[in-house]
Nanobody, 126 residues
Framework: QVQLVESGGGLVQAGGSLRLSCAAS????????MGWFRQAPGKEREFVAA????????YYTDSVKGRFTISRDNAKNTVYLQMNSLKPEDTAVYYC????WGSGSRLMKMDGIDYWGKGTLVTVSS
């Protein structure tokens, strides 16, 4: 069983930045494609960003391209989401997800997810 623990959420003003982290348990982190998703109040969970197992390919939803960057450190079993130029519409609970031997392209479709974290709240004030 893999546990994913997110951290780094909080309250920030519009235009500000936050860096989310997701630490994974276990010894096989390099075999997981990793993704970030978010769910705003009253809305369905949506894809935000994904990264393949080696970190060589990344994927983003259009609304965050140029503002968010996903990265991973396989030595630390951690995936990050650097969020810049935050907007009030980015307010949501952000979830980390892992797909064992998966791919970033499948994570974009919320397909093949094996594990979810419990989420961290990001609130962007106007």
């Amino acid at each position: 069983q893999v546990q994913l623990v997110e951290s780094g959420g909080g309250l920030v003003q519009a235009g500000g930045s936050l860096r989310l982290s997701c630490a994974a348990s276990g010894r096989s982190f390099s075999s997981y494609a990793m993704g970030w998703f978010r769910q705003a109040p009253g809305k369905e969970r949506e894809f935000v960003a994904a990264i393949n197992r080696s970190g060589g390919s990344t994927y983003y939803t259009d609304s965050v391209k140029g503002r968010f960057t996903i990265s991973r450190d396989n030595a630390k079993n951690t995936v990050y989401l650097q969020m810049n130029s935050l907007k009030p519409e980015d307010t949501a609970v952000y979830y980390c997800a892992a797909a064992v031997w998966g791919s970033g392209s499948r994570l974009m479709k919320m397909d093949g997810i094996d594990y979810w974290g419990k989420g961290t709240l990001v609130t962007v004030s106007s």
